[in-house]
């Protein structure tokens, strides 16, 4: 099922989460392999009929992706992937 866009915050959200990494000083490798993290969480979580909306995202709908990467991708990739997502939920909680 998918989410109007009004419930799709994802994407807004990672835009403020790139102006903080940048505030911070982060180098722009860390700050394009965030950016990445989140972006292929998003199409992950639309291909799945996941939801968008940041409040509703779940560990489970995490797992799901990172087991996705495990299965897809090299476990360095996914390790890289967990870190920025990691980094993107925590700022999250802060804001």
Known sequence: MQQTSIHAD???NLQSFVRHLRAENSSPKTQETYTESVRQLV????????????????????ESFIAYLLETRKP????????????FFKWLVSE
Not at 43 to 62: F, N, S, T, W
Not at 77 to 85: E, I, M, P, S, W
């Open 43 to 62: 199409k992950y979580l639309e291909r799945q009929g996941m939801p968008l909306a940041v409040a509703d995202v779940r560990r489970q709908h995490i």
């Open 76 to 87: 360095a990739t996914a390790n890289n992937r967990y870190r920025g997502l990691q980094s």
């Open 10 to 12: 994802i994407i807004p």
